[in-house]
């Protein structure tokens, strides 16, 4: 079964501090998609990154990079040098057909 | 260009009653799925819809239906409305390729007394 896991459900932080959010996930597929987003207190839930499964190549965009690791089945998402706008819950989530499969979240609070 | 928009934001039903809510997709996109967001949980996939019929199903009752009508729009339905149907249902639109990023709308925050 699929299934995603991120065992940190808060973190609390101060401004400029670096953080990572963790993600580990299963599935028995060799061909598959794992995502990013990122739901403010508005709700909308926010793309932030895919990746394939053939791709390991970690990713930086601007303060966040991404860590992907088929070896430990996990896709860890980093933000440096945190801001107050970064405060949100963080989803990870899995797609092996093209449905999504979330994890429980992150939330994440960064204070000044 | 309009992103996916929801509608109502927020609706507040009785046991046992009926609810549509409604989702216009972003524009380009012929693909909408469903997910009901209970608090402190992460989405759940309930549809999807492509071509006007039920592409893929998650784990939900019957009580839960839906719809996309020519213009890629879609509505939810859910009948005999529980307790345990309070959420935020949020609609989500792709090109409906694999792999596709999902945008996503507000959502509609639905309240059961």
């Known amino acids: 079964a699929q299934k995603v896991t991120q065992a940190q459900t808060e973190i609390s932080v101060v401004e400029k501090e670096d953080v990572t959010l963790d993600c580990v996930y299963e599935t028995r597929d060799t061909t598959y998609y794992l995502f990013w987003y990122k739901q403010p207190p508005s709700g909308e839930l926010v793309f932030l990154i895919r990746?394939?499964?053939?791709?390991?190549q970690n990713e930086i965009s601007g303060r966040y990079s991404w860590n992907f690791q088929k070896s430990t089945s996990s896709f860890n998402f980093t933000i440096t040098a945190s801001q107050v706008v970064d405060s949100a819950v963080y989803f990870c989530a899995l797609s092996e057909t093209d449905k999504l499969i979330f994890g429980t979240g992150t939330r994440l609070q960064v204070f000044p | 260009d309009a992103g996916v928009t929801q509608s109502p934001t927020h609706l507040i039903k009785t046991r046992g009653q009926q609810v549509t809510l409604r989702c216009s997709p972003k524009?380009?996109?012929?693909?909408v799925s469903w997910y009901q967001q209970a608090l402190g949980q992460g989405p759940q996939f309930i549809f999807q819809?492509?071509?006007?019929?039920?592409?893929q199903r998650g784990n939900f009752p019957d009580r839960f239906s839906g719809h996309q009508f020519p213009n890629y729009s879609s509505e939810l339905n859910v009948n005999a409305l529980l307790l345990g149907d309070s959420a935020l249902y949020l609609c989500?639109?792709?090109?409906?390729?694999?792999?596709?990023?999902?945008?996503f709308g507000n959502g509609t925050r639905l309240t059961v007394t």
């Open positions: 989500a639109s792709s090109l409906g390729s694999l792999g596709s990023p999902l945008h």
């Open positions: 524009s380009g996109h012929d693909t």
């Open positions: 819809y492509y071509e006007e019929e039920e592409r």
């Open positions: 990746r394939n499964s053939f791709d390991e």
